[in-house]
């Protein structure tokens, strides 16, 4: 989505994979499950903050810092490379999924990936009252996709359907684990590897 920084290839911790390959197991015949996102750099991690952080500021001018970071930490975490605290998708065990149909074509969830609306947030739908019949169906899909997940051992984010983790920070609190398997992770690069070089010589 000309994001600059963003990697084409969607990579998670091995223990993620394993599981992501439980939950899709566990799927219907003929739904599948797509990977939109796991592992991101932390460039990538602070232009979708900055960017998110502007266009709600540019639609609510009259928020205060305060309450335009609480909006934005919504739906994008913190730029972090703390080993404490690292943003959920530097450390290779967050992901963002979707399910899909026998020939590919993704389930209506209700909203879009990445969309930052309250209706993105994982129960919207279980609180109407009455729900239309496409409603009902994102709900059913929302449902199904959170079973397969849980099952499988992720935990998910409440703000966003998409998004799950298994090992991170965010898995840690709401599984009641309370420390995470993951810390930061970089991709083994030319860049990397120099860093590493210069830091231990």
């Given at each position: 989505?000309?994001?600059?920084?963003?990697?084409?290839?969607?990579?998670?911790?091995?223990?993620?994979?394993?599981?992501?390959?439980?939950?899709?197991?566990?799927?219907?015949?003929?739904?599948?499950?797509?990977v939109l996102d796991g592992w991101r750099p932390w460039r990538v991690q602070q232009y979708l903050f900055d960017t998110l952080h502007?266009?709600?500021?540019?639609?609510?001018?009259?928020?205060?810092?305060?309450?335009?970071?609480?909006?934005?930490?919504?739906?994008?975490?913190?730029?972090?490379?703390?080993?404490?605290?690292?943003?959920?998708?530097?450390?290779?065990?967050?992901?963002?999924?979707?399910?899909?149909?026998?020939?590919?074509?993704?389930?209506?969830?209700?909203?879009?990936?990445?969309?930052?609306?309250?209706?993105?947030?994982?129960?919207?739908?279980?609180?109407?009252?009455?729900?239309?019949?496409?409603?009902?169906?994102?709900?059913?899909?929302?449902?199904?996709?959170?079973?397969?997940?849980?099952?499988?051992?992720?935990?998910?984010?409440?703000?966003?359907?998409?998004?799950?983790?298994?090992?991170?920070?965010?898995?840690?609190?709401?599984?009641?684990?309370?420390?995470?398997?993951?810390?930061?992770?970089?991709?083994?690069?030319?860049?990397?590897?120099?860093?590493?070089?210069?830091?231990?010589?």
């Open positions: 989505m000309g994001i600059p920084g963003a990697v084409p290839e969607c990579f998670v911790r091995e223990g993620v994979y394993r599981a992501l390959l439980q939950a899709a197991r566990r799927l219907p015949e003929g739904i599948g499950m797509v502007e266009a709600i500021h540019h639609h609510h001018p009259s928020l205060d810092e305060g309450e335009l970071m609480v909006r934005t930490r919504e739906f994008v975490s913190l730029p972090s490379r703390d080993p404490l605290a690292p943003s959920p998708h530097l450390t290779g065990g967050a992901v963002d999924v979707t399910l899909c149909d026998a020939d590919g074509m993704p389930l209506d969830m209700g909203t879009q990936f990445d969309e930052a609306i309250p209706a993105s947030h994982s129960d919207h739908f279980e609180t109407l009252k009455a729900p239309s019949a496409a409603q009902r169906q994102a709900r059913n899909n929302r449902r199904l996709l959170y079973q397969v997940m849980q099952d499988a051992g992720f935990t998910n984010l409440p703000s966003e359907w998409w998004h799950y983790d298994y090992g991170d920070q965010l898995w840690a609190h709401y599984s009641g684990r309370g420390v995470a398997r993951y810390g930061p992770a970089e991709l083994d690069t030319i860049e990397s590897r120099w860093r590493r070089q210069f830091a231990d010589g």
